[in-house]
């Protein structure tokens, strides 16, 4: 048995895990809490997410599909670091259960995975994974992290069929 999971980095993230036949496994938004200069990630929560799969069916029987953090036009030094920060963190815990894992930029994925027309990338991705994973719950457009989620861990899928 393999699962992949695609992790959609951030405050406002989310981390899906499909099975080896693509059907979805579970999706986790990524927890956060106020604080007194603003959100942070609660990484105890997010550490027990994976550790759930880990101990489930064993890291070994996992790959997980990372999105790289891309500084865009008009993001804050701020928010460029806490991203960068959390991918980092991210890693570490991958990387500390024996994980394996691989990168991705977001435009590698998306070129794949946003197989619907349109501008509005957010849309794009509801409606693609929309398509994919009937069952997943995007009822709300901020599930659009979700959505990427999703996308993100079946690119993962079809990138690991690829390569065996």
């Known amino acids: ?25 579970s999706c986790d938004d990524i927890p956060n809490v106020k ?14 997410m994976i550790a759930r799969h880990v101990d489930d069916i064993g890291a ?9 953090h891309t500084p865009r036009p008009g993001q804050g030094i701020s928010s460029q670091c806490k ?5 980092g963190q991210l890693e570490g815990v991958l990387a500390a259960y024996g994980v394996p894992y691989q990168v991705t930029h977001p435009r590698t994925w998306s070129k794949v995975m946003r197989d619907v027309p349109g501008t509005d990338l957010k849309s794009r991705a509801i409606l693609s994974a ?18 990427d989620a999703a996308l993100i861990a079946e690119f993962g899928r079809l990138y690991h069929d690829s390569e065996a």
């Open 35 to 48: 604080t007194g200069s603003g959100r942070e990630m609660v990484l105890g929560n997010v550490v027990r």
């Open 130 to 147: 929309s398509r994919r994973f009937p069952t997943l719950d995007l009822s709300k457009k901020k599930h659009h992290n979700r959505a």
């Open 1 to 25: 048995m393999l699962r992949f999971i695609g992790i959609d980095p951030g405050l406002e993230g989310a981390i899906v895990a499909v099975d080896r036949d693509g059907s979805l496994f």
């Open 83 to 87: 991203l960068a920060r959390i991918c």
């Open 60 to 68: 070994e029987n996992l790959f997980c599909t990372l999105e790289k």
